[in-house]
């Protein structure tokens, strides 16, 4: 007698299927693109052993089991994208202000060509068995599982992340926070598609979900501000004599995350009031 899977057990395998091919592509180059992309096909990956893990609550090792054998690899695979990030601020600086940062750019291609060796000998160095044993166990964990019980499940994960929303209401919301409400906001926006691709109902009204992708694009550029000023400071840390190009862009960065911050944290703030009510 054939064993009924659960219908989200067909998105997990599809993206699981993306995610497997990219890696192979990464096998013969690491590029930046690809890299990026299997970042984010891992995420959803992740989130679904949160959800099976959600779910077989009595075996509490289940989710480590699950992306365990990932979770280096999505380290490096979130290294990369942010390295991207700071690259592309360093571009469009020099752009802008018709300057060369030539000893910044050198520190940045050196960290790139270590991070990018790293993560490639990562990729050659691991077995294809580790994907095909993360298939064949999730799509043990997916058999006869009730809709009712993912949306259960689907519901718990997301009061999870709106305690940590609650946390965040009641003090400044300082870089890490901000972080990890762009995380939460990812992670909430993934949990909620899944139950529409079921059929269910949001949770969220339309409105809500609007004012979550709207935080959730604002806080890519302050993100990426974060990031540059973060590698930036960095490179500087060891300088005893900094040109005052450099410090002219330390300047405007703090200028400009300033700016960022607040902006978010209005609306973080707005979001916060209406779905923590």
Do not use: C
Not at 75 to 92: A, D, S
Not at 155 to 172: C, G, V
Not at 177 to 194: P, Q, S, T, V
Not at 207 to 215: K, T, V, Y
């Amino acid at each position: 007698m054939q064993v009924k899977i659960s219908p989200i057990f067909q998105a997990f395998e599809q993206q699981h299927a993306e995610a497997k091919e990219l890696f192979l592509t990464l096998g013969k180059q690491i590029k930046s693109k690809k890299a990026i992309e299997l970042y984010g096909k891992l995420s959803f990956l992740e989130v679904y052993g949160d959800l099976l893990a959600k779910i077989h609550f009595e075996k509490q090792s289940l989710q480590f089991d699950f992306f365990a054998p990932f979770s280096k690899l999505q380290k490096n695979l979130r290294k990369i994208n942010h390295l991207k990030l700071v690259e592309k601020g360093l571009r469009q600086r020099e752009l802008n202000q018709d300057l060369t940062y030539n000893s910044y750019s050198t520190f940045v291609d050196k960290h790139k060509k270590g991070l990018y060796s790293e993560t490639f000998d990562m990729v050659v160095g691991s077995s294809l068995k580790v994907w095909d044993e993360f298939l064949a166990k999730s799509q043990e964990a997916s058999k006869q599982i009730k809709p009712l019980t993912i949306n259960t499940a689907i519901n718990q994960l997301i009061e999870e992340e709106l305690e940590f929303f609650h946390i965040n209401q009641r003090q400044r919301l300082d870089s890490k926070a901000l972080k990890d409400l762009f995380e939460g906001l990812r992670k909430i926006i993934m949990l909620e598609n899944l139950l529409l691709y079921l059929g269910f109902n949001s949770i969220f009204i339309d409105s809500i979900h609007a004012e979550m992708e709207a935080l959730k694009e604002n806080l890519k550029p302050w993100y990426a501000n974060h990031l540059e000023l973060q590698s930036l400071t960095h490179f500087l840390s060891d300088k005893e004599d900094v040109s005052k190009k450099y410090v002219a862009w330390v300047k405007d960065l703090h200028t400009e995350k300033k700016s960022l911050t607040s902006k978010v944290e209005k609306q973080a703030q707005s979001l916060f009031q209406k779905i923590l009510a």
